[in-house]
């Protein structure tokens, strides 16, 4: 069975484009989560899709945005980029959504960001 | 706020001995779950050990257990045997029941497993 799979591996923008990041859950898997890690630090919560919905969103300013489309996928917009946006960004996904409830979820391996 | 503290930037441990990480957390929520994650160098996180917070009985799972203190907010992982393969960012996070679905994460241990 695929794991959760993600694209591209590897972005290089320049300062002020959009950069768009793609997720693809586990088969089966309806919650998708995304988060931010940049050099140096943790994991930063930044959005959960459920059923094509946005449940909750991190602390992070509105040019990050995204979607979940019908078939569970979804992908991580960021507009204007700064460079402080360079980093790992990654994808995870889980059984409707009960993290809370002690689901497991599983992670892609990333898409690395560079902004110059 | 709910916050993860992993004082431990960088560990070092022998191949077969024993390690201890620690991680301390915050939360005025009485019902969670924590969680220990680790992150080899092809950056996909795995997943080490839960434990629930409403279970005094510490979790295990094979090399890997944890000292969980819910009173003193304290998680730490212990790793016996240790592996060449369990070189690694260790990363502690936990998350509240409530339906946040928010993973919060502490900025993870180095470990390296010497030969």
């Known amino acids: 069975e695929a794991g959760v799979t993600q694209s591209p591996t590897h972005l290089i923008k320049t300062r002020g484009q959009q950069a768009t990041l793609r997720c693809s859950p586990i088969s089966g898997h309806t919650s998708v989560y995304w988060y931010q890690q940049a050099l140096g630090l943790g994991l930063q919560f930044l959005l959960w899709y459920d059923e094509g919905e946005e449940r909750n969103r991190g602390n992070f300013p509105p040019r990050f945005s995204g979607r979940q489309f019908p078939n569970y996928s979804s992908e991580l917009n960021v507009n204007a980029l700064e460079l402080e946006d360079s980093a790992l960004y990654l994808c995870a996904s889980s059984l409707e959504g009960r993290l809370s409830s002690g689901n497991t979820i599983y992670f892609g391996e990333g898409s690395w960001l560079t902004v110059v | 706020a709910q916050t993860v503290t992993q004082s431990q930037p960088e560990m070092s441990v022998q191949e077969a001995e024993t390690v201890t990480l620690s991680c301390t957390y915050d939360?005025?929520?009485?019902?969670?779950?924590l969680f220990w994650y680790k992150q080899p160098p092809s950056r996909q996180m795995i997943l080490v050990i839960r434990?629930?917070?409403?279970?005094?009985q510490n979790a295990t799972e094979n090399r890997f257990s944890v000292n969980f203190q819910k009173a003193a907010k304290s998680f730490s992982l212990k790793i016996s045997d240790s592996q060449l393969g369990d070189t690694a960012m260790y990363f502690c996070?936990?998350?509240?029941?409530?339906?946040?679905?928010?993973?919060?994460f502490g900025k993870g241990t180095k470990l390296t497993v010497n030969p």
């Open positions: 939360t005025s929520e009485n019902n969670y779950y």
């Open positions: 434990q629930e917070a409403y279970k005094q």
């Open positions: 996070a936990f998350v509240t029941q409530g339906g946040s679905e928010k993973l919060v």
